[in-house]
């Protein structure tokens, strides 16, 4: 499989690591609209981007073309819209709720479904809908992941059968017994993460330092952490802030 080059990025604080995000994010949406009339994007969950998301809806507020963006979700946790747990409500509360983007173009996990693998099944049409005519060639133009304590990205949790999916875009996943909140998720696959032009990974923190060790050094061992797993096709970027890089790498 062809991957892409992974540029790593570090930051002496989150607030930098935000500023940074932002204004990258900001290039990559002016980008797509002037290529191809318009910018998806998959929103990571959560606390990591909530800062980048401010400065979208602030600084950032006028330059973008909400009326041609579209927001998906890379993952989902199976709570109502306004639990304090939701992806959707910290995204809406951050920046949705706050910018001109036209309510259809956002598309939710459907976290009101029966059950989470009705909600992933629908998300999956819905996604495939949204975004096929992008397809093979991308899913969507930026995916925004962070990496849990356990390696985990959106909710690919290590050594779960998600995984190893290749036919859906979005699956259920059961509750994580390693990290919080301990709920099922709607999850996003690796074939749709891979099939981002631009994968951007945002984080931050002490308790990411052993993984993002790992990680950034290839070892073999790394494959066990799914956020080592993503290999876009396009750009992968890595945006750390120095609390989560290792040491040795801290001049990166
Ligand atoms: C989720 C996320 C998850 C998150 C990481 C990092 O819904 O839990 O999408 O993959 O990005 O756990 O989270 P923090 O940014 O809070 O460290």
Known sequence: MTTGSRDVRTFDSLDALSE???DEIVRLARESVRARGRFSVALAGGNTPRATYELLATRHRDVID???TVVVFGDERFVPADDPHSNYRMAREALLSRVPIPPPSILAVPTG?????????????????????????ATVDLAL???????HTASLFPGTPALIDRAHWAVPVGAPTAVQPAVPRVTTTLPFLDG??????LVAGKDKQPVM????SD????????????????????????SAMPDDRSNA
């Open 145 to 151: 992941l962070g990496v849990g304590p356990d390696g």
């Open 219 to 242: 070892a073999e061992s790394a494959r066990r952490y799914p956020a080592a797993l993503v290999a876009s096709h396009g750009r992968m970027l890595w945006m750390i802030d120095r």
């Open 213 to 216: 060790r790992e990680i950034l």
């Open 20 to 22: 940074a995000a932002a």
């Open 196 to 201: 981002a032009r631009t994968v951007m990974f």
């Open 66 to 68: 909400w009326q041609h």
């Open 113 to 137: 479904a029966r059950t989470v693998e009705d909600a992933a099944r629908r998300y999956d049409a819905t996604l495939k809908q949204a975004l096929r005519h992008q397809a093979p060639a």
